[in-house]
């Protein structure tokens, strides 16, 4: 005797099963951030110093690291913010002749920072 299924199931004789797989595509931005770092020799007082610049890509206003030496070969490190479109040194208590290049530094951050604009990857994975 055989048994088949619609008689131990009438109600489900025909069942068919329907796999849906949804696959749920999006699109995520990687952003590449470079590692942005330079030297500028500018005239300060009556020598040329280095000031080498960094910046932190992980500030929320565009920042960078700045430090130079002076002349007894002595670290000075401060820090250099856009703020409301003009570059901003932290500390206030910084040397005379390194407010004096205030401008210059302005000048040099203004140039780079435009070029960085300009080169800012996103690429779409």
Same mark, same amino acid.
């Given at each position: 005797?055989?048994?088949?299924?619609?008689?131990?199931?009438?109600? %489900?004789? /025909? #069942?068919? &099963?329907? @796999?849906?797989?949804? /696959?749920?595509?999006? @699109? !995520?931005?990687?952003?590449?951030?470079?590692?942005?770092?330079?030297? /500028?020799?500018?005239?300060?007082?009556?020598?040329?110093? +280095? @000031? %080498?610049?960094?910046?932190?890509?992980?500030?929320?206003?565009?920042?960078?690291? #700045?430090?130079?030496?002076? $002349?007894?070969?002595? /670290?000075?490190?401060?820090?250099? !913010?856009?703020?409301?479109?003009?570059? &901003?040194?932290?500390?206030?208590?910084?040397?005379?002749?390194?407010?004096?290049?205030?401008?210059?530094?302005? !000048?040099?951050? +203004?140039?780079?920072?435009?070029? $960085?604009? $300009?080169? +800012?990857?996103?690429? +779409?994975?």
């Amino acid at each position: 005797m055989w048994i088949n299924a619609a008689s131990i199931y009438p109600h %489900n004789h /025909r #069942v068919s &099963i329907v @796999f849906v797989i949804k /696959r749920k595509i999006t @699109f !995520q931005m990687l952003t590449i951030l470079k590692n942005i770092h330079f030297t /500028r020799l500018v005239k300060a007082g009556s020598s040329l110093k +280095e @000031f %080498n610049f960094r910046k932190l890509g992980y500030a929320n206003v565009p920042t960078f690291h #700045v430090d130079v030496t002076d $002349e007894r070969a002595n /670290r000075i490190v401060f820090t250099m !913010q856009k703020l409301e479109g003009s570059w &901003i040194m932290t500390p206030l208590d910084l040397p005379k002749w390194i407010k004096e290049v205030c401008t210059s530094l302005n !000048q040099i951050l +203004e140039e780079t920072n435009k070029n $960085e604009d $300009e080169a +800012e990857t996103t690429v +779409e994975i």
